[in-house]
T-cell receptor, first 111, second 112 residues
C-alpha cells in the first residue's frame, strides 16, 4: 500500500512558468521531507517540515506542510532548466520511524 | 568528506549468480539503509540498521541479506540473483533528529 501519493506524476513546462507538486496521504506524519534526484544520482534533501501549517522557502521553492500534517506541497516560481529532476516527498510517522517515500514527480523544464 | 559511497556503480549478473553491494559513510551516522528504486515505484526500503550490530527488514527484504560490518559500512548481498532484482540500489545514512537521509550515488544492477 502506497501511503504517500504524489501528483502529478509527470510535468513538462517552459522556463519561467510556475508549478505546484502535491504529496497526499490519509495518515498523519510527524515530519515530511522533500528530495530532488537528478539523472544518475541519489536523492538530495531539500527541506524538512515538522509543524502543521509550516511554510518554508528555499529561493524560488516554497514548501508547505498541511495543517493536519497529512499532506504537503512544493511550489516552484519561475522554473528554470536547472530545476529539472525527480521530486520525492518522504514522511515519517514518528521522529525515529523509517521514512515512507512517495512515488515521485518527474519535472522537465524546457528553455 | 566523501559522504556516502557505493560500489560498484554498474553490475550485470546472470540469474543465480551472487554478489555483494558495498556501502560506506564517513559522517559518523548511526542509521544506514538500503533501498531499491524501480520506475513508478519510488524508493522501497529493503533493510535498515538503526545502529551498529542491529539490522531489520524493510518493505521488500526477500532475496536479500545485509551485514552491518561496523559503524561505517553496511553491505547488501544477493545470494541467488533473479531478473526481478534488476533495479537501481541506493544506500543512505541518517544521523539527524528527523531521520533526514543522505544517499549514495547508486548501483545499477541488471540480472539477465
Amino acid at each position: 500500500t502506497q501511503l504517500l501519493e504524489q501528483s502529478p506524476q509527470f510535468l513538462s513546462i517552459q522556463e519561467g512558468e510556475n508549478l505546484t507538486v502535491y504529496c497526499n496521504s490519509s495518515s498523519v506524519f510527524s515530519s515530511l521531507q522533500w528530495y530532488r534526484q537528478e539523472p544518475g544520482e541519489g536523492p538530495v534533501l531539500l527541506v524538512t517540515v515538522v509543524t502543521g501549517g509550516e511554510v518554508k522557502k528555499l529561493k524560488r521553492l516554497t514548501f508547505q506542510f498541511g495543517d493536519a500534517r497529512k499532506d504537503s506541497s512544493l511550489h516552484i516560481t519561475a522554473a528554470q532548466p536547472g530545476d529539472t529532476g525527480l521530486y520525492l516527498c518522504a514522511g515519517a510517522r514518528t521522529n525515529t520511524d523509517k521514512l515512507i517515500f512517495g512515488t515521485g514527480t518527474r519535472l522537465q523544464v524546457f528553455p | 568528506n566523501a559522504g556516502v559511497t557505493q560500489t560498484p556503480k554498474f553490475q550485470v549478473l546472470k540469474t543465480g549468480q551472487s554478489m555483494t553491494l558495498q556501502c560506506a559513510q564517513d559522517m559518523n551516522h548511526n542509521s544506514m539503509y538500503w533501498y531499491r528504486q524501480d520506475p513508478g515505484m519510488g524508493l522501497r526500503l529493503i533493510y535498515y540498521s538503526a545502529s551498529e550490530g542491529t539490522t531489520d527488514k524493510g518493505e521488500v527484504p526477500n532475496g536479500y541479506n545485509v551485514s552491518r560490518l561496523n559503524k561505517r559500512e553496511f553491505s547488501l548481498r544477493l545470494e541467488s540473483a533473479a531478473p526481478s532484482q534488476t533495479s537501481v540500489y541506493f544506500c543512505a545514512s541518517s544521523g539527524t533528529s528527523y531521520n533526514e537521509q543522505f544517499f549514495g550515488p547508486g548501483t545499477r544492477l541488471t540480472v539477465l
